[in-house]
């Protein structure tokens, strides 16, 4: 079955340092794979998306994406975090080529340091 | 672009009581999904539907729970009768729906309490 894992319940950095965030997928097929984040009381955002092509992708906000197929990851990365980066992010696989369905990870909750 | 817009953004109901969640996607996408969200559980998916028409309800938790999408542009969720451990926040989301995988964008939520 088709799953996410996000092995880092809760991160803390501090401001300035750079950060990454882990995300293992279990799926058969070529996946599409996505990160979004969410600010307390608010929906998940959009960051970056992989569909194919080159494995490092570029997001919103000076986030990144590597995918590497050999590891089954999609690790999110930022060079130097921002206090206004913390929040919830949650990595998702695409199951299907067009239903638009996907599969989240539980989360992972930045915490950023002064 | 209003986004995708969900009401109420609060619901606080008792036990027993019929509760309707409200959502109306961004206009032109044509696939809409509804999640549902707690702590324990993390993002699951209830239901979502391509052109109206549902495709997938493997997620509702159980018959008390029914989604419809009349048109376009909306769609209920509806939980009767409800119970406490309906409690969880809501998300409606909506895409293109495309060979690639249209990403989805999600409303605000609605965060139901049922005591």
Known sequence: AQSVTQPDIHITVSEGASLELRCNYSYGATPYLFWYVQSPGQGLQLLLKYFSGDTLVQGIKGFEAEFKRSQSSFNLRKPSVHWSDAAEYFCAVGISSNTGKLIFGQGTTLQVKP | ?115
């Open chain 2, 1 to 115: 672009d209003a986004g995708v817009i969900q009401s109420p953004r609060h619901e606080v109901t008792e036990m027993g009581q019929e509760v309707t969640l409200r959502c109306k996607p961004i206009s032109g996408h044509n696939s809409l999904f509804w999640y549902r969200q707690t702590m324990m559980r993390g993002l699951e998916l209830l239901i979502y539907f391509n052109n109206n028409v549902p495709i997938d309800d493997s997620g509702m938790p159980e018959d008390r729970f029914s989604a419809k999408m009349p048109n376009a542009s909306f769609s209920t969720l509806k939980i009767q009768p409800s119970e406490p451990r309906d409690s969880a926040v809501y998300f409606c989301a909506s895409s293109l729906r495309t060979p690639n995988n249209s990403p989805l964008h999600f409303g605000n939520g609605t965060r139901l309490t049922v005591t």
